[in-house]
């Protein structure tokens, strides 16, 4: 394994300046559950000093208002999130929480952490020089791409975005703030994930520079009328990523779509909005035979590489009873 030194900042401050300041690259540990993967990989890529973020108590909070909404410190972990009051606006959160990799790892897994893990292509965790380890090829999209790349093509590297938070984050328009040394910003899920990011000779998911930090998510409050829909394919039930997931918001006049909010995961290199199915879907009553009209809509213009077409089918299927639920639910 390769050598690291940790270094335990007190606050986001003392962080951002260990960030900055190192002569080695540097990165923030949070849960570590796929940081320290990574290192135990020796991965090109892979840090040489790690800042231990678990002590900042400021990055530790869930609160919630009406007119805020839900407010969630990056430093949550995923179990704890599942579990607050504070959340229960929004069940399709603990819902989406409670398809994420296992009770063990949930506890462990931050909210920061998900969004931000890095691709789990087999050729980037094995140490390939892709172009996610600093070099120029991405393996999987002339050998193995079974299951963890794009279907919806990709400019460099094909590895598929793997986090689930983030499309059901996308679909209830979060917004995240962003610590760094300039300031605080506030970006959207699809600005801080934009999929292919060149950043310091590699490709990562988002935009963080390597002296920003995470700081916490928001999630506006919910309106009357809405249902959230979340639904995820896997091969096993339990510690698995999605071969294909979906998000859907639905603001509805009573029986009516008026607004369509749908992110696709695990099939795109970053949260996949799919505009054309939202588009169809707005104005649409929720009707008895309104889902099998839809997934005549559903990603017309994926790419699908040699072996992984059925995720297609797998983000159809989901759609398809997705929406047949919103249409038991407004009976
Ligand atoms: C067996 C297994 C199954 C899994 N299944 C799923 C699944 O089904 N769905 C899913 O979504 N995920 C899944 N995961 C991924 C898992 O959820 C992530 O590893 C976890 O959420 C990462 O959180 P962490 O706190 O451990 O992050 P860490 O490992 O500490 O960090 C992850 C990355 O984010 C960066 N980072 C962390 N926090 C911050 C911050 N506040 N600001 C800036 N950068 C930060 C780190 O530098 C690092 O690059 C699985 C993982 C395993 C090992």
Redesign the pocket.
């Known amino acids: 394994m390769k050598q690291f030194s940790i270094y335990k900042p007190k606050t986001v401050e003392e962080a951002l300046a260990a960030l900055s300041t190192g002569e080695k690259a540097a990165?923030?540990?949070?849960?570590?559950?796929?940081?320290?993967?990574?290192l135990k990989n020796r991965l090109y890529t892979s840090?040489d000093v790690l800042v231990d973020?678990k002590g900042l108590e400021e990055?530790r909070f869930v609160r919630y208002d009406e007119t805020g909404g839900l407010v969630i410190g990056?430093?949550v972990?995923?179990g704890e999130l599942a579990e607050a009051k504070e959340a229960v606006h929004y069940p399709v959160v603990a819902q989406t929480i409670s398809?994420?990799?296992?009770p063990e790892?949930?506890n462990?897994?931050?909210?920061?952490?998900?969004?931000?893990?890095?691709v789990?292509c087999p050729y980037y965790r094995s140490d390939y020089r892709c172009w996610r380890n600093g070099g120029d090829i991405c393996y999987a999209e002339v050998g193995d791409n079974t299951e963890y790349q794009s279907i919806m093509g990709a400019k460099k590297s094909f590895a598929a975005y793997?986090?689930?938070?983030?499309i059901t984050l996308a679909a209830l328009d979060a917004k995240v703030t962003?610590a760094g040394p300039e300031g605080r910003r506030q970006l959207t899920i699809e600005e801080l994930i934009p999929g292919e990011v060149e950043a310091e000779g590699k490709i990562q998911s988002h935009v963080?520079r390597r002296n920003?930090?995470?700081?916490e998510v928001s999630i506006p409050p919910p309106e009357n009328d809405e249902l959230y829909l979340f639904g995820?394919v896997?091969k096993r039930e339990v510690?698995?990523?999605?071969s294909a997931s979906a998000a859907m918001r639905l603001s509805l006049d009573n029986k009516t779509i008026r607004r369509a909010s749908v992110f696709f995961?695990g099939i795109a290199t970053r949260p996949w909005r799919d505009r054309r199915l939202e588009d169809y879907l707005s104005g649409k009553e929720l009707r008895y035979d309104l889902p099998d009209s839809a997934i005549q809509e559903v990603l017309v213009d994926a790419r699908p590489l040699p072996h992984n077409g059925y995720k297609k089918d797998q983000a159809v299927g989901l759609l398809n009873s997705m929406l047949a639920d919103a249409v038991s639910r407004v009976k």
Do not use: C, H, M
């Open positions: 990165a923030i540990y949070a849960g570590g559950t796929d940081l320290l993967i990574r840090p973020i990055l990056s430093l972990t995923l398809s994420i990799s296992s790892l949930r462990q897994s931050t909210v920061g952490g998900n969004l931000l893990q890095e789990w793997p986090g689930d938070l983030a962003v963080l920003e930090l995470l700081a995820k896997r510690w698995d990523f999605a995961g």
